[in-house]
């Protein structure tokens, strides 16, 4: 079931005009579940979504927010199955597969209709960095203190951010001091605490 994220205590929901979006953490932060979460939610409300992450946990975690309904959903793992999987509202691009999701990337017809949403961007290269950015509805999660292409992220105008900390590249925003498994979200409208509870409202990582 999905979990609940909570902007000042108040519920709150990632929107595709919230976007582009960078989510930065650390090891064992909460931001890769955060991540998760941001994106089930944008799916649950009826965006297309394309996703790529480096490893197949984040798959799994994202089948159980949305509670395994699979209907809508495509797993991809060659361009035969992509090409099968054009009309499915998410194409999820086998774990790790660059090459695959830079030829998706060229394929989807209705790219324009979907949210990139690429987890673990400090293990992909450049090319998926300045590939997702020619698109304006993109959310890039990962700690970029560890991408080598980090300075090119310190320029680029992401319109949120979500931080878990304050990273040693710069972001353009100050982060406050934060408890366990909270964030800091900044943009032109909005800013706070981020936190996530469970169907029970419990604090989860």
């Not at 649950?44 to 309904?69: C, H, V, W």
């Not at 691009?93 to 998706?104: D, K, P, Q, R, V």
Request: net charge negative.
């Amino acid at each position: 079931m999905l979990d609940k994220v909570l902007l000042n205590w108040e519920p709150y929901t990632l929107k595709e005009d919230n976007l582009p979006c960078l989510i930065t953490y650390g090891k064992h932060m909460g931001g890769s579940h955060l991540s998760i979460v941001l994106i089930a939610n944008l799916f649950l409300q009826g965006s297309k979504i394309l996703f790529l992450t480096a490893y197949p946990m984040a798959r799994d975690n994202f089948l159980n927010q949305i509670e395994e309904d699979t209907s809508r959903v495509a797993f991809v793992d060659s361009l035969e199955s992509l090409e099968e999987s054009l009309d499915k509202d998410a194409i999820i691009i086998e774990s790790g597969n660059a090459t695959l999701f830079l030829n998706a990337i060229k394929l989807i017809p209705d790219l324009d209709e979907r949210v990139i949403f690429v987890k673990n961007i400090e293990i992909f290269n450049e090319e998926i960095f300045n590939t997702c950015l020619e698109n304006q509805k993109v959310i890039l999660s990962g700690d970029i203190d560890e991408c080598n292409f980090k300075n090119n992220i310190s320029i680029e105008k992401f319109y949120t951010i979500i931080a878990f900390n304050q990273p040693e590249t710069p972001i353009r925003i100050e982060i406050p001091k934060l408890e366990m498994w909270s964030s800091y979200l900044k943009n032109d409208k909005q800013s706070g605490i981020l936190t996530l509870h469970d169907e029970q409202n419990r604090r989860t990582p």
